[in-house]
């Protein structure tokens, strides 16, 4: 093809590739052939009668028969073939599988087949719904007035033109037969239910995000770069292979049971059965965690210190134990580092006089090397002034407070009263209602108030105890009240 | 009134817009033949022509400063109409040279898809010439000979859209549309050739923001 559409597009979008499209018309063509492929069979209607339809069993058997493989795979790949749009069922047209009995398809111009040089433009489906609205006389299905209205909203500047177009499009297709207006219908009807599937249908199109840079540009080489590669690669630190496969294979071995893909995902995985009950149950802030989230802990202390529910928890055992400063200096580190460029100067100055100074109120163990390469980086402070310090810090809670939490009562009770739900089992009329109960989750900014205001009270409302008191609550202007420093 | 004119150029050149379309859908299927190509060819050049004098008259229309904001406002309304047409047509023109490359008519081990579509689209070609008839008188290498012109058709077509670009100072989405959610459902649709029998009905259109509730007979013969 000489003549590409990247030219123009100036969105510079590049859909990803995906090689499967050429294959896949290569098998269809030689579907299509009167003596080694496919039979076809006519379609008996009401009142015409329509050639070309093939029954899945036929499909089936006929792709058994070419890659010499078992019909459940033949399967599968009659289902992928109806999924990426190649073919397209004509009862039940919003399942895009093959179904391994007399139930009838039909192969798809080649105008609407899927392709990776042309992006399917709102603007066409803005057309198609009037089209469709103008053939329902106003009633269109909920998921089709929702994105009617929406593109009403967003592409209204183009609307006279979508309306124009509608109009005329729906009246040169009534300059046809009757019969090839019924085809027609199905073809574009089946080519919106893959790019623009309804809720509950699975469609092979249905990519995701697009790249932002173009993968077939030339990259920028230049002997300089060369040259800086090189010389990094040499000074690179190497491992052994043998090493390094152990770790991903115990990494492997611990996380196996905990993902999603390769084992149950309790009590339902919400992507496949529109049942948000792992996501409410595995919320941030909640009170009781699921049994898998508490064993999660126990990997590393990096998880638990990266699960906000077991930082919670942590955070309680060292409240039990007077060393809860140790915890409030890393969040007070990590805060510095991830927070606002204009708040930096003061927060690194509070977390000096709270946490580093000689007699401050939560004086913090490390040592003497670590402390004096931190007060004179704070002369100028910066985002990773206080990295070593952290460091140090983390390494004392890891080898240290870690393992008593671990066999500390506060764990134990969390963990005896952590559930474990049982697996839903959905009939398929009920993961239909589910997919229409489907509604959007709370909004960040919601969530992110939220969040603030529980910080809030639980500075609020919290006792002289000072490990209580949070770094992050100097921007209200609270001051610390100055006390001995505590016994680790 | 120039206005009158350029909208009855637009509508034809969104008659055209849609014929081709519907000819490049046959594109490859069952529905393909000599006659297809033809009909393309010549849906395409008067496609061609009616948006070269589309742009002569609109370019001409907008380049005058002496005009008032209202008769602006409509001209740059035409514009999106017309530069919208042109990208269907654009898209739709390179699509015909991807699918007509891909499925040449003459080679006998290279089979035309089957999806049912068996009638001709020499209705729809004439609805786009605006003749009662056709008449083809084609050679019978249409389906390769016609491909080079058509790539350098596009070569063109291109190349105008990118000078209309440049040229004319028109934020599309600045305008505002005329026609409000639903206004497809009010218009009379034309008599076309259905067999399915007559059905009225009264229905409400679909909700709008400001309640206005019309009530209309759609008609569907």
């Known amino acids: 093809m000489t003549i590409r559409n990247a030219i123009r597009d100036h969105g510079q979008r590049y859909r990803p590739r995906m090689a499967c499209l050429k294959k896949a018309e290569k098998v269809l063509l030689e579907m299509q052939d009167p003596k080694t492929g496919v039979k076809s069979q006519p379609q008996r209607l009401v009142i015409t009668t329509i050639p070309h339809a093939i029954s899945g069993e036929d499909i089936i058997a006929w792709l058994a028969d070419r ?5 459940q795979e033949a399967r599968n790949l009659g289902s992928m073939l109806v999924a990426l749009g190649y073919i397209y069922p004509l009862q039940d047209h919003k399942r895009l599988v093959i179904k ?3 139930s009838l398809y039909r192969f798809q111009t080649p105008y609407f087949w899927p392709t990776q040089q042309w992006p399917v433009e709102d603007t066409d489906y803005a057309i198609y719904l009037a089209k469709r609205n103008i053939r329902k006389k106003g009633i269109l299905e909920l998921h089709e007035q929702e994105q009617y209205n929406r593109l009403h909203k967003w592409m209204n500047h183009k609307w006279d033109f979508i309306v124009m177009q509608a109009k005329e499009q729906y009246r040169a297709a009534k300059e046809r037969k009757k019969p090839d207006r019924v085809v027609f219908d199905c073809q574009e009807r089946a080519y919106w239910v893959v790019h623009r599937p309804p809720p509950g249908t699975v469609s092979a199109m249905d990519y995701g995000l697009e790249r932002r840079i173009d993968p077939n540009a030339d990259e920028v080489t230049g002997e300089s770069l060369h040259m800086i590669f090189t010389q990094q690669s040499i000074m690179r630190p190497r491992v052994k292979s043998s090493v390094s496969i152990g770790a991903l294979v115990k990494y492997c071995a611990t996380y196996n049971s905990h993902d999603p893909f390769l084992s149950k995902c309790l009590p339902s995985n919400p992507w496949l059965t529109d049942d948000v009950t792992y996501w409410t149950l595995n919320m941030p802030n909640v009170e009781i965690p699921t049994k898998m989230r508490v064993e999660r802990w126990t990997f590393s202390f990096r998880e638990l210190l990266s699960d906000p529910r077991g930082r919670d928890d942590f955070r309680l055992f060292l409240k039990k134990e007077f060393s809860g400063e140790n915890l409030a200096f890393w969040e007070g580190c990590e805060d510095l580092k991830w927070g606002t460029a204009a708040t930096m100067r003061e927060k690194a100055e509070h977390i000096y006089k709270t ?7 939560r004086w913090i163990n490390i040592d003497g090397k670590t402390m004096e390469i ?5 002369k100028h402070p910066h985002r990773y002034v206080l990295e070593a310090a952290q460091t140090h810090i983390y390494m004392l809670m890891k080898k240290d407070s870690f393992g008593r939490y671990m066999k500390s009562p506060v ?41 603030l205001e529980q910080k809030a009270k639980m500075a609020a409302s919290a006792p002289v105890d000072i490990t209580q008191v949070m770094s992050k609550l100097s921007k209200q202007g609270k001051e610390v009240a100055p006390r001995p420093p505590s016994k680790n | 009134m120039g206005k009158e004119e350029c909208k009855t150029m637009l509508d034809a050149l969104n008659k055209v817009t849609a014929c081709y379309r519907h000819l490049v859908i046959a594109l490859g299927s069952t529905s393909d033949s000599q006659n297809l190509r033809e009909e393309l060819k010549r849906t395409r050049k008067k496609a061609q022509e009616l948006a070269v004098a589309n742009r002569t008259k609109l370019t001409s229309l907008l380049k005058d400063k002496t005009i008032s904001k209202e008769d602006r406002a409509e001209y740059e309304r035409l514009w999106v109409l017309f530069s919208s047409s042109m990208e269907l047509l654009e898209v739709d023109m390179k699509r015909s040279l991807e699918i007509g490359q891909d499925f040449p008519l003459k080679v006998p081990t290279r089979h035309l898809i089957q999806t049912g579509m068996t009638g001709s689209t020499t209705t729809v070609a004439a609805r786009a010439m605006s003749v009662q008839n056709m008449k083809y008188e084609a050679d019978s290498n249409i389906d390769t000979a016609d491909l080079r012109d058509l790539q350098s058709e596009i070569t063109q077509v291109s190349q105008m859209m990118e000078e209309m670009e440049m040229k004319v100072q028109v934020a599309p989405w600045a305008v505002e549309a005329k026609q409000e959610a639903g206004a497809e459902l009010k218009s ?3 008599v076309g050739n259905s067999s399915v029998g007559v059905i009225s009905i009264c229905e409400e259109e679909p909700k709008e923001e400001d309640g206005v509730l019309n009530v209309y007979i759609a008609t569907c013969e």
């Open chain 1, 355 to 361: 946490f580093l100074a000689r007699g401050a109120p």
């Open chain 2, 188 to 190: 009379n649709m034309s």
């Open chain 1, 411 to 451: 764990f134990k009770d969390t963990l005896k009263k952590a559930i474990a739900p049982e697996e839903h089992k959905f009939t398929d009329a009920q993961l239909e209602q589910n997919a229409k109960n489907r509604r959007p989750s709370l909004s960040p900014i919601i969530l992110r108030q939220q969040e």
């Open chain 1, 67 to 71: 890659f010499q493989i078992d019909s």
């Open chain 1, 100 to 102: 391994p009995d007399a």
């Open chain 1, 374 to 378: 931190t007060v004179k980086g704070l």
